[in-house]
């Protein structure tokens, strides 16, 4: 069983930066797609950044240039890195990991998840 806990999350002003931290612990951290995804109040939870086992990365059209995701394998951690933060950002953020070798935009193909933390962009 895959644990998956977020950190970095908190309330930031417009223009902001803001680094998410995901540890991934019990499986294989190297060979999991790690995704980020965000769930804003009366949404659906939607894909932000995925990262590949080989590092390949992709991103929503909505935070494209803005976030980057990155992960380090010897400290079984992904990272999203969130400048020029914007209002329509705040939202709950969720790491998730997925034991398939592709990245995903679906929240449902990914397999554990974490219990979130709050990013909030106050203008």
């Known amino acids: 069983q895959v644990q998956v806990v977020e950190s970095g999350g908190g309330l930031v002003q417009v223009g902001d930066s803001l680094r998410l931290s995901c540890t991934a612990s019990?499986?294989?951290?190297?060979?999991?797609?790690m995704g980020w995804f965000r769930q804003a109040p009366g949404k659906e939870r939607e894909f932000v950044a995925g990262?590949?086992?080989?590092?390949?990365?992709f991103y929503a059209n909505s935070v494209k240039g803005r976030f980057t995701i990155s992960r380090d394998n010897a400290k079984n951690t992904v990272y999203l890195q969130m400048n020029s933060l914007k209002p329509e950002d705040t939202a709950v953020y969720y790491c998730?990991?997925?034991?398939?070798?592709?990245?995903?935009?679906?929240?449902?193909?990914?397999?554990?998840w974490g219990q979130g933390t709050q990013v909030t962009v106050s203008s």
């Open positions: 998730a990991a997925r034991r398939a070798p592709l990245v995903r935009l679906e929240y449902a193909e990914y397999d554990y």
């Open positions: 990262i590949s086992k080989i590092f390949s990365t």
């Open positions: 019990g499986g294989t951290f190297s060979s999991n797609v």
